[in-house]
């Protein structure tokens, strides 16, 4: 019997610095209703969906950094949302900026997973921290993930979700094999993935015109390599001047895109999958338990940075 599911993706046009959780979560409460619409039970939202992109600028004030995040999920302004999705009956995927208390102070670049009943069943913190933490004044927009976050303490999990082994990732995440590949490991079928992905890049702005041809190239190989589904979704157009890309899409286990958005806007894609398709990868082309062999795959785990051999000795 086949393992279907209707999923969504809720891709989100431009957060302003001035907008509050409220009208955001506004726009949210809007695209859940028409995914319900549309049979959804799975809706996708992008990565830091709750506020504009802040990493863009450096901020001194820390009181004013935390205010773009959440001490408590669900917080007195994201209640809403779960209520509204558990009446609707449909689960969600949200990334937020995370504050957490529990052991000293730190802060996340998180995702969650809520099941249909309002209920969360995952958390994922990002691993792959983009940018830089030094501070680059003469860059009109700075990417400071890596001074704003910690690196994930969770690593990539699976969770039995939504019928079948579900897992999360954010944004540049996307780009390394290794995520991809640790969830395959423990079967994953379902991949989520939230996004905020500028076009123009000021450390290689000749590869600007590649923005979305690589964005989806990562995410489809991931899906063909595992054999999973993977679902990317994006904030999206001019965000206070820096213009993202878009593109979210719904990608088989084959690599093929199945959905994809159109506009730089508030837009819901939408597909039935099946996640028995996987298994037309994962036992056919590439079937773990007959053809990898870990024994030859050492450096991956032991070593961080590429060391070229040694040059020979002159005679």
């Known amino acids: 019997m086949a393992r279907t599911i209707v999923v969504g993706g809720a891709q989100m046009g431009p957060i302003a610095r001035s907008d509050t959780r409220t009208q955001v979560i506004e726009r949210q409460i809007a695209l859940l209703y028409e995914a319900k619409a549309?049979?959804?039970?799975l809706v996708v939202f992008p990565e830091l969906a709750l506020t504009t992109f802040f990493p863009r600028w450096w901020l001194?004030?820390?009181?004013?950094?935390?205010?773009?995040?959440?001490?408590?999920?669900?917080?007195?302004?994201?209640?809403?949302?779960?209520?509204?999705?558990?009446?609707?009956?449909?689960?969600?995927?949200?990334?937020?900026?995370?504050?957490?208390?529990?052991?000293?102070?730190?802060?996340?670049?998180?995702?969650?997973?809520?099941?249909?009943?309002?209920?969360?069943?995952?958390k994922y913190r990002k691993v792959h921290l983009p940018g830089h933490a030094d501070h680059r004044e003469d860059w009109a927009?700075?990417?400071?993930?890596?001074?704003?976050?910690?690196?994930?303490?969770?690593?990539?999990?699976?969770?039995?979700?939504?019928?079948?082994?579900?897992?999360?990732?954010?944004?540049?995440?996307?780009?390394?094999?290794?995520?991809?590949?640790?969830?395959?490991?423990?079967?994953?079928?379902?991949v989520l993935i939230g996004y905020n992905t500028p076009i123009a890049d000021p450390e290689v702005p000749h590869h600007d015109h590649l923005q979305g041809f690589h964005n989806h190239l990562v995410m489809q190989s991931g899906a063909y390599q595992n054999g999973t589904f993977v679902v990317g979704v994006a904030k999206c157009g001019n965000e206070e001047g820096s213009t993202m890309i878009g593109q979210s899409a719904i990608i088989a286990p084959t690599g093929e895109i199945v959905a994809q958005a159109t506009t730089m806007a508030d837009e819901l894609i939408t597909a039935r999958i099946d996640l028995d398709l996987c298994y037309d990868i994962k036992d056919r082309i590439f079937n773990f338990a007959a053809h990898r062999q870990p024994q030859h795959y050492g450096l991956i785990t032991e070593r961080k940075g590429a060391v070229p051999p040694s040059a020979p000795a002159a005679r």
């Open 60 to 122: 001194r004030d820390q009181a004013e950094v935390d205010d773009f995040f959440e001490a408590s999920m669900p917080s007195p302004e994201t209640q809403k949302l779960f209520d509204t999705a558990r009446a609707l009956g449909i689960g969600f995927y949200l990334g937020y900026a995370e504050l957490d208390r529990t052991n000293g102070v730190r802060h996340f670049n998180t995702a969650i997973l809520v099941d249909q009943t309002g209920v969360i069943v995952g």
């Open 141 to 190: 927009h700075q990417h400071l993930e890596k001074h704003y976050f910690d690196v994930s303490d969770t690593g990539f999990r699976v969770w039995c979700a939504f019928g079948g082994n579900v897992g999360m990732a954010i944004c540049n995440d996307r780009r390394w094999p290794e995520t991809y590949r640790v969830m395959g490991l423990q079967g994953v079928e379902l």
């Open 38 to 41: 549309r049979g959804c039970e």
